[in-house]
């Protein structure tokens, strides 16, 4: 990275510091305790660029790089990783997918929408009974004699499944766990047939939206098709490499900011007339956080410049997501054992990054799946 890559990157991470500290902090435990989408906050992210960080400017787009993106979704998840979730969700999958594999003509209907936050995007290819078995997928499209799509089915656990104006759907076109069987397509909101379900009560990420898609003969036209027909979970997998990206970063910032709230505790808690910090069970364990932190920032940085320079990146981004988001969960972890009793309590923010670093295991991927992909890669190594 040269010298001046690094100032622009520095300028978006100061902005993206500044719009968290104004604008999500003094409203994050409300929106935790309420389970509220604030979704008008999010557009006011768009405002400045960052729901369209990859997005080219000719799209509408801050036409950045991964470098720049990943300080975006770090910074905003050192304050609320629900948010963050929400910014990586939208920016990877859904506009991701069709910035990666949509036609000229598709790219500009959608992407300036997407890009300026004024619409927000969900991503659909988990099912209740396809985890990570999405070769096994039930939702299913199918050509009409009019030559539209007719999509029947469920996505479950989609990030703003309820509130997101255009989703990303991936569909089995063909028979279960065949080769080439899912096709991916854009699914407008106002769509008849296509409907929002049930809303997940979940342990964290609250202010992250997470429902059910339906598709009950939701009819589309063959133009908003992605891509080929058949070509949808390899479509998918490509996306996936980047969104793991977004959740190192998720993952990053939460640990970021679980770190930096024990710090600063240790340094203000006197026990036995000093702080705690000065006592060795307390300081070993910020050197233990601090160093894990920066590993999991090296492995995030290589996956980032790897998609940047548009070279193979399939194992450095499983690396890095499988490193981090274990390490966002040991360091919020140990804040709270740091914070003792406080930590337990929501008057101290350590309890929300415990709940929330969790989700950081399990999806795009959970770290098992990720141990796969990085064992697969390693052995197709020449």
């Known amino acids: 990275m040269n010298f001046e890559q690094q100032d622009l990157t520095k300028q978006v991470a100061e902005a993206a510091r500044e719009f968290a500290k104004t604008q999500i902090a003094p409203n994050l435990m409300e929106w935790d305790e309420q389970q509220f989408f604030p979704k008008k906050t999010l557009q006011e992210l768009g405002k400045l660029g960052m729901m369209g960080v990859l997005v080219p400017e000719a799209y509408g787009g801050a036409g950045l790089s991964y470098a720049e993106y990943k ?27 069709l910035l990666a594999f949509g036609t000229e003509e598709q790219k500009k209907k959608w992407l300036p929408q997407l890009a300026s936050g004024e619409w927000i995007g969900a991503w659909g290819l988990t099912e209740a009974n396809t985890g990570s078995d999405a070769g096994n997928m039930r939702c299913t499209a199918t050509k009409n004699e009019n030559g539209n799509w007719v999509l029947n089915g469920t996505k479950n656990w989609i990030t703003h499944g309820i509130s997101a104006e255009i989703a990303v759907v991936l569909c089995r076109t063909g028979e279960p766990r065949a080769k080439n069987n899912a096709t991916a ?158 930590g337990y309590t929501k008057d101290f923010p350590v309890e929300k990054f415990y709940r929330d670093a969790k989700l950081c295991t399990i999806g795009e991927g959970t770290s098992e799946i990720q141990k796969l992909v990085i064992a697969r890669e390693a052995f197709n190594e020449r």
Do not use: W
């Open 71 to 97: 300080v975006v979704v770090e910074e905003i998840s050192k304050v609320c990783g629900a948010f963050g979730l929400s910014v990586a969700a939208h920016n990877s999958l859904c506009t991701g997918h």
């Open 185 to 342: 397509f854009m699914v407008e909101r106002n769509t008849p047939g296509f409907t929002a379900g049930k809303k997940e009560n979940k342990l964290g990420m609250r202010a992250s939206e997470t429902a059910e898609l339906i598709f009950e003969n939701c009819e589309i036209p063959d133009s908003n098709r992605l891509g080929e027909v058949g070509d949808g979970f390899k479509q998918a997998m490509k996306i996936l490499d980047g969104g793991r990206i977004s959740i190192a970063a998720l993952s990053l910032g939460i640990a970021k900011g679980a770190y930096e709230a024990a710090k600063k505790y240790a340094q203000e808690r006197q026990q036995f007339d000093k702080p705690i910090a000065s006592f060795q069970a307390i300081s070993f364990k910020l050197a233990d956080m601090a160093t894990e932190i920066a590993a999991a920032e090296l492995l995030i940085d290589q996956a980032c410049y790897l998609k940047d320079q548009h070279l193979p990146m399939t194992k450095e981004a499983a690396m890095a997501k499988y490193y981090a988001s274990e390490v966002a969960v040991r360091a919020a972890t140990e804040a709270i054992q740091i914070f003792g009793g406080y």
